[in-house]
């Protein structure tokens, strides 16, 4: 082979090394999302179709979460985690789902049967904590 061989598969590998250093740079350097609840309730629905904030549920009553959910990526995923009583450290949620949202209100059913008594409720998108609600339960 001649040199002027090695030339043309020394420019193929360049440009091909280029074009794949440009591929990862692109592919892995988006920013995550930026998540912001505002207004988080527990709520449900009234007569006229209207979210209105309520404090206590009864023993088989749906349970809403409502708010505002502002993010600079169209759509997101949060978490819902429900907890008996007081979060501990170590303590593991009695109720656990995914959700995918989008930017503007929120109405998220909890599709969960409660006992009476006190929960607490934490909204999350991995790590950030993004609310935390108390929820009562009555007889």
Known sequence: MNSKNF?????????????LIMWLDSTFSHEPPTIQLEST??????????WMQINEFTVGEDIYVCGQAKSNAQDFQIQIRVYEGERGALERPIYYNNIDVSNGDLHIPLRIYLDPGNYTMEVSNGRDILSTLQIRVND
Do not use: M, R
Request: glycine residues 18%; contains cysteine.
């Open 41 to 50: 309730f527990l709520c449900e629905k009234s007569g006229n179709n209207k």
């Open 7 to 19: 030339g043309y598969i020394g420019l193929v590998v360049v440009v091909v090394l280029g074009i």
